[in-house]
């Protein structure tokens, strides 16, 4: 198979044209060389404009053409090699060719690299992905399809990537609602994540850090660093959490002891059942579904209550487990949400999906070098799954949810305010 080079000395319309009568053999390779072509022209231009015409004695220009060479520019994931015109200027540096440099610095290879992986391509793989074994345009040693190369313009890229997003600014962001919750990635290496709902009911990943396990020091490491990039804790927000109480503890000491916290109703029904014998899991799903869609909040509590009571003789422990965080259990119903939004934020289903994403984007692999590597899967991996969040379903009934959380806070505000004058007088 002969090796790719293209001369852009060559009339770039007899390029072309030639081409053209092979395209029914190879597409890929008309083009390759159609664009090789355009690249050849503007590349004789920026020549012509450092230099002026060619044999011309213009001692008004800056440079002088200084022969040819050849580089290598991306090309459908590897790299093709072009001959292009050396400019040098009067003093003997070499001057650049404004197209050229365009051309090169715009990354396609590493935008290739990392759709191609987190759409599961393996490094051993990406060959075959972007060039076909019998096509026209051949793949030599160099051409940066290789496993290693691929996988150094990923972390190249992911690396970049994250580093801007993990430092830009959410002051900007309307931020109604924040989910958070962990991924265990492996023994001793735990990543939590968060995820923000904007009053339009646009989904935003807003960061990811990683630790030993989910404390609340990993927690308190991420709110700090959501608020060093502009999130105001003096905002009242609604914060949905599986139900870790390093997560309730770390957010109440971030945002003041009377945040809102809703505690994952799927979580806890699943808790709860998997520790029930099978026989009783009708009528204990029934009962809660019961509670959680009821609109009056001390109803929904007496009916959870009952239940713990029916219990007790039959699963103690369980019966202890319905009552613990029964408060952050119906937040959603004490704010009076309409059930639509409030069947939306009851649940971490959104952080849910995202985590979905990460381990389908994260299967290849095998083995997580370290903490660094981790971070960076996670982050290209989120990244992917904001592309296909979708507003959320009861995005119509926000405005509700943010009345409610303005009289929240004007209530707890007056709330301490007389506590402080009891404890003053």
């Known amino acids: 198979m002969r090796k790719t080079i293209t001369s852009a000395a060559v009339v770039p319309a007899a390029i072309v044209e030639d081409a053209w009568q092979d395209v029914g053999a190879s597409f890929e390779r008309f083009c390759l060389t159609s664009g090789i072509a355009t690249l050849a022209s503007m590349m004789a231009e920026d ?21 040819r060479t050849t580089g290598k520019l991306g090309f459908h ?9 050396r400019v040098r200027a009067r003093d003997g540096g070499e001057m650049a060719l404004a197209s050229w440099e365009s051309a090169m610095t715009e990354d396609l290879l590493g935008n290739w690299a990392l759709n191609l992986m987190l759409i599961n391509v393996s490094t051993r793989k990406f060959g075959r992905a972007v060039r076909l074994p019998e096509g026209d345009v ?63 009911g646009g989904k935003h990943p807003l960061g990811v850090i990683e630790g030993a396990t989910e404390n609340a020091a990993v927690v308190q490491a991420l709110l700090d660093n959501l608020i060093e990039r502009g999130l105001d804790p003096k905002v009242c927000r609604l914060f949905i959490i599986d139900g870790a109480k390093a997560l309730s503890k770390a957010i109440r000491n971030t945002f003041g002891r009377h945040t809102p916290i809703q505690r994952c109703q799927v979580h806890k ?138 009289a929240h806070q004007a ?12 404890k003053v007088a």
């Open 47 to 67: 020549a012509t404009r450092l230099c002026g015409p060619r044999y011309g004695r213009d001692a008004g220009k800056n440079g002088h053409r200084w022969g």
């Open 77 to 85: 994931g590897g790299k093709v090699e072009v001959e292009r015109p």
């Open 138 to 200: 051949s793949a030599p040693r160099g051409a940066g399809i290789s496993k290693s190369a691929v996988s150094r313009r990923f972390v190249a890229l992911s690396t970049e990537r994250m580093k801007e997003w993990m430092g830009s600014d959410l002051s900007e962001l309307d931020l109604l609602v924040i989910q958070i919750d962990g991924i265990h990635i492996e023994d001793n290496l735990v990543l939590l994540a968060a995820v923000g709902i904007d009053g339009d």
């Open 269 to 406: 029904a699943r808790n709860i059942l998997d520790r029930l014998p099978k026989p009783l899991h009708a009528s204990v799903r029934k009962a809660l579904r019961q509670a959680w869609e009821m609109d009056d909040a001390d109803k929904a509590e007496r009916l959870i209550r009952n239940l713990a009571r029916r219990l007790e003789q039959d699963a103690p422990g369980v019966s202890g487990s319905i009552l613990e965080g029964l408060d952050e259990i119906l937040t959603v119903v004490r704010m009076d949400l309409p059930a639509e939004l409030r069947r939306s934020l009851a649940c971490t289903n959104i952080i849910e999906n995202m985590m979905g994403t990460i381990r389908r984007v994260c299967r290849n692999v095998k083995r997580w070098r370290d903490a660094k590597m981790a971070l960076r899967w996670t982050a290209a991996a989120m990244q992917e799954a904001n592309k296909g969040f979708r507003r959320l379903n009861a995005y119509k009934q926000l405005p509700a949810l943010r009345a409610a959380l303005a």
């Open 411 to 422: 209530k707890n505000r007056i709330n301490s305010d007389l506590e402080q004058q009891a």
